[in-house]
């Protein structure tokens, strides 16, 4: 089947604008990360959707950062006022409902370049 | 943010040798995952562990959840050259669906 997808694949920007990231998850995962990962580092997770809950929005490292969720579908990341030290690879993730699997499965990442 | 200590940064090896790796915290974690990651991709779900002491092979791969819930390693038998690319581990924190990701280990595997 269809596995998470992502877009756009690349994006650059200026200093200043902002940008606006998608996730398409896999057909019925209700659970739905968000993780940035600068070059030559690990994942650094940023949300965390399951289902209506409230997010876990703990790893946003500031306000320029927000993420929505239309029930268990598409997911979008907004960065607002974008900064040079934003550039990095943003990677989602979907996986099954908590208490029936907790294994996470990718998208190929969008690789966002602030100029 | 929170990151687990994940060894060997890298490593070159030969084909056909075998691979360890390994990732510690002080911290105890419900689930380990571990991924491949190859350039310009997402993560590739490898292994998952759920319980402490559990042993689980894919493969030529095999891995362990730690007695102590705080470490796991992953091995690679009989490397190949597809293997090249960069493996990290998760953690998944008690309580809470989130995961703490390893600094992860770049192999090189030389024909």
């Known amino acids: 089947g269809a596995g998470v997808s992502q877009s756009p694949s690349n994006k650059v920007t200026e200093k200043g604008k902002d940008v606006e990231l998608r996730c398409d998850p896999i057909?019925?995962?209700?659970?739905l990360y968000w993780y940035r990962q600068r070059l030559g580092q690990g994942l650094e997770f940023l949300i965390y959707?399951?289902?209506?809950?409230?997010?876990?929005k703990s790893g946003l490292p500031s306000d320029r950062f927000s993420a929505e969720r239309t029930g268990e579908s598409v997911s979008t990341l907004t960065i607002q006022r974008t900064q040079q030290e934003d550039s990095a690879v943003y990677l989602c993730?979907?996986?099954?409902?908590?208490?029936?699997?907790?294994?996470?499965?990718f998208g190929p990442g969008t690789r966002l370049t602030v100029t | 943010g929170q990151q687990l200590n994940q060894s060997p940064q890298s490593m070159f090896i030969q084909e056909g040798e075998d691979v360890s790796m390994n990732c510690t915290s002080s911290s105890i974690f419900n689930t380990w995952l571990w991924y491949k990651q190859d350039p310009g991709e997402g993560p590739v779900l490898l292994i998952a562990l759920y319980k402490a002491g559990e042993l689980t092979s894919n493969g030529r791969l095999t891995a362990q959840f730690g007695i102590t819930r705080k470490d796991s390693f992953l091995n690679i038998s009989a490397s190949i050259p597809s293997d090249v690319g960069i493996y990290f581990c998760a953690g998944q924190l008690p309580g809470t669906y989130k995961y703490i990701f390893g600094t992860g280990t770049r192999l090189k595997v030389l024909a």
């Open positions: 057909s019925g995962h209700t659970a």
């Open positions: 959707f399951q289902g209506n809950s409230a997010p876990d």
């Open positions: 993730a979907s996986s099954l409902a908590p208490g029936s699997s907790y294994e996470q499965y």
